[in-house]
Every structure is written in structure tokens, then in C-alpha cells.
């Protein structure tokens, strides 16, 4: 099993509708997982954190199932903008102290 | 303003050379790391640091070296040795080990 799994889409999806990702991750015993955004030829920057309570910001919410062990994230209203590659990433990989990405689900957001 | 440089943005060189990419960062985060990301694939570490003159292997640390003699500044070398060094070249620091990480705005090396 790959340590972090996302499903590469494209999701295709009209501005203003609801869309979700889920990630699957391998390591029980990571602790820390975030969601970062990664436009095209640019870096990935931090979208958000993800606690076991769940968290909302804005239009994203996140979710963590340490008992099957899957991160999701929901973004509600879809703008333009928000078409980008959405990274799971998690904690624990070569050591406690680095994070493992997932290769990332694109999202298309049009007109 | 606070944030990671990594200089230059494209680099070009030719094979057989060594090439130096830089990394700077005035967070004052402890942790540095570098990855690198080839189209369509995910990110892959290459070493990291948590603290000054030390660092570790990352995944992929072949054909790759790295110093740490600053807190600051965390410069990866590639090496002649590096099968297929083309590829984007991510920087990335945290305050601390597990935490949240933020990337340098990446540098574009092409090999030919």
C-alpha cells in the first residue's frame, strides 16, 4: 500500500458547486496531516491543517478517520480560483520529523 | 517580509557539472529540507536538517550533497553523480519537527 494515496482526477466541476477529495494513508502512528495547494509550475502552499475534531476555514473543511485512516477535504461555493492540484500530506515518513505527500488530486473549476 | 528564497529560478548547466541551489530562509525555523518533483509525479525528499551542521538522507539522497552551517541557509548540490538531475527543486522549512512546512518558490534545473 503507497504511504499517502490521493485519485489523480481531473475532477471537472462548475463554479459554485461542492466537490470532495479523500486520501488514504498507510502509517497508524502519523500524528500531524494538512492539506496544501500546488497551482501549476508553482510551489505547494499550506491550505490548512487537519485535527482529529474536523476544521472548517471559509469554503474548506477538513476531516480526519484515524480508524480508517483517510483525510478528506470539502470545498463548497467552487470559484475559478480554486482550480489547482490539492496535496495530502502526512507525517512520518524517512523520520517523526518529515511529511510525505501524496502525488495530489487536480481540480478544474469552469464557468 | 518573512519567507524561503531559492535562487535562480531556471538553471541550466551541462552534464558532468556540479551545480549549487540555493536556499534561504528568515523564519527562523529550525528545520530545512529539500525535495525534488519531476511532471506529474509527487514531491521526494532528499535530505533535511533539523538543526545547524547536522542533516540526514532523505529518500532519494544519491548523487546529492547538502550543508547546514546556518540556520538560514540549507544549499543542496547536485552532483555529476545524479542519473537524471532535470527536475523542479523544492526548498521547504518548519519551526520544528512534524509541523507544518513552507516551500521556497522552487528552482527549475535542465541538464542537457
Same mark, same amino acid.
Given at each position: 500500500?503507497? &504511504?499517502?494515496?490521493?485519485?489523480? !482526477?481531473?475532477?471537472?466541476?462548475?463554479?459554485?458547486?461542492?466537490?470532495?477529495?479523500?486520501?488514504?494513508?498507510?502509517?497508524?502512528?502519523?500524528?500531524?496531516?494538512?492539506?496544501?495547494?500546488?497551482?501549476? #509550475?508553482? &510551489?505547494?502552499?499550506?491550505?490548512?491543517?487537519?485535527?482529529?475534531? !474536523?476544521?472548517?476555514?471559509?469554503?474548506?473543511?477538513?476531516?480526519?478517520?484515524?480508524?480508517?485512516?483517510?483525510?478528506?477535504?470539502?470545498? #463548497?461555493?467552487?470559484?475559478?480560483?480554486?482550480?489547482?492540484?490539492?496535496?495530502?500530506?502526512?507525517?512520518?515518513?524517512?523520520?517523526?520529523?518529515?511529511?510525505?505527500?501524496?502525488?495530489?488530486?487536480?481540480?478544474?473549476?469552469?464557468? | 517580509?518573512?519567507?524561503?528564497?531559492?535562487?535562480?529560478?531556471?538553471?541550466?548547466?551541462?552534464?558532468?557539472?556540479?551545480?549549487?541551489?540555493?536556499?534561504?530562509?528568515?523564519?527562523?525555523?529550525?528545520?530545512?529540507?529539500?525535495?525534488?518533483?519531476?511532471?506529474?509525479?509527487?514531491?521526494?525528499?532528499?535530505?533535511?536538517?533539523?538543526?545547524?551542521?547536522?542533516?540526514?538522507?532523505?529518500?532519494?539522497?544519491?548523487?546529492?550533497?547538502?550543508? #547546514?552551517?546556518?540556520?538560514?541557509?540549507?544549499?543542496?548540490?547536485?552532483?555529476?553523480?545524479?542519473?537524471?538531475?532535470?527536475?523542479?527543486?523544492?526548498?521547504?522549512?518548519?519551526?520544528?519537527?512534524?509541523?507544518?512546512?513552507?516551500?521556497?518558490?522552487?528552482? #527549475?534545473?535542465?541538464?542537457?
Amino acid at each position: 500500500r503507497k &504511504e499517502v494515496e490521493q485519485d489523480p !482526477g481531473p475532477f471537472n466541476v462548475p463554479e459554485g458547486a461542492t466537490v470532495a477529495f479523500n486520501c488514504t494513508y498507510s502509517n497508524s502512528a502519523s500524528q500531524s496531516f494538512f492539506w496544501y495547494r500546488q497551482d501549476c #509550475r508553482k &510551489e505547494p502552499k499550506l491550505l490548512m491543517s487537519v485535527y482529529s475534531s !474536523g476544521n472548517e476555514d471559509g469554503r474548506f473543511t477538513a476531516q480526519l478517520n484515524r480508524a480508517s485512516q483517510y483525510i478528506s477535504l470539502l470545498i #463548497r461555493d467552487s470559484k475559478l480560483s480554486d482550480s489547482a492540484t490539492y496535496l495530502c500530506v502526512v507525517n512520518g515518513g524517512k523520520g517523526y520529523s518529515t511529511l510525505t505527500f501524496g502525488k495530489g488530486t487536480m481540480l478544474l473549476v469552469s464557468p | 517580509d518573512g519567507g524561503i528564497t531559492q535562487s535562480p529560478k531556471y538553471l541550466f548547466r551541462k552534464e558532468g557539472q556540479n551545480v549549487t541551489l540555493s536556499c534561504e530562509q528568515n523564519l527562523n525555523h529550525d528545520a530545512m529540507y529539500w525535495y525534488r518533483q519531476d511532471p506529474g509525479q509527487g514531491l521526494r525528499l532528499i535530505y533535511y536538517s533539523q538543526i545547524v551542521n547536522d542533516f540526514q538522507k532523505g529518500d532519494i539522497a544519491e548523487g546529492y550533497s547538502v550543508s #547546514r552551517e546556518k540556520k538560514e541557509s540549507f544549499p543542496l548540490t547536485v552532483t555529476s553523480a545524479q542519473k537524471n538531475p532535470t527536475a523542479f527543486y523544492l526548498c521547504a522549512s518548519s519551526i520544528a519537527q512534524g509541523n507544518e512546512q513552507y516551500f521556497g518558490p522552487g528552482t #527549475r534545473l535542465t541538464v542537457t
